[in-house]
Structure formats: structure tokens, C-alpha cells
């Protein structure tokens, strides 16, 4: 069975202006290569052309919590992001038609 490869995208107010030039953010499984990222993005936005992937595995901060019992010391989950650049020209990535 194929794992899945993007998880979500990523949309922050950073890469919101990031897209117009191209640049889409995705949370992809932490197993995968570049290879395997561009294969997915191909397969779930046929009509779009990659020029480039790149991938940043993020840590998870600590996070501190003052309860009754004490404080409570946790962790935010890591992930791993990829950022996919798309050519000149090519059509843009459209993450908001379904809503």
C-alpha cells in the first residue's frame, strides 16, 4: 500500500505572497525524497510544470505549561515542509477551489 506523500498544504501569510511568484508550501511525510514529492504534485495538479523542490524538516518547540499540579514541559510536533517553485508560465496551483 503507497504511503501518502503530501499530507496538506501549507498556507501561512508568508508563502500567501510566496505563491504569486510561484512558490507553494506543502506538509509531505517525513520518509519522503524530493523524487517522490514532485511525482505527487504531479499526480495531484497534472497541468502544472515543477521546476524545483525543497525540503526542510522542522523540530517541534518546547512548550511550557503552568497547570494547578505544577508546570507541565511538552513538545510541538515535527514535520517535514516542502516548498515546490513552479516555471514561468505554468498554471498555478489553486488550493481554495474546493471550499
Known amino acids: ?10 498556507v501561512t501569510e508568508k508563502l500567501s505572497a510566496q505563491m504569486e511568484e ?4 506543502f506538509i509531505v511525510d517525513p520518509r ?14 497534472p497541468a502544472v ?6 525540503t526542510m524538516n522542522v523540530r517541534g518547540k518546547h512548550r511550557r505549561q503552568m497547570t494547578r499540579q505544577g508546570v507541565r514541559l511538552g513538545r510541538t510536533a515535527s514535520y517535514k515542509k516542502a516548498i515546490v517553485t513552479l516555471m514561468p508560465g505554468s498554471e498555478q496551483i489553486d488550493f481554495f477551489e474546493s471550499i
Not at 22 to 25: L, N, P, V
Not at 32 to 45: D, G, L, S, T, W
Open 32 to 45: 519522503a525524497n524530493k523524487i517522490e514529492i514532485r511525482q505527487a504534485v504531479r499526480e495531484r495538479f
Open 22 to 25: 510561484g512558490h507553494y508550501a
Open 49 to 54: 510544470e515543477i521546476k524545483e523542490v525543497r
Open 1 to 10: 500500500m503507497p504511503r501518502k506523500v503530501l499530507i496538506r498544504p501549507l
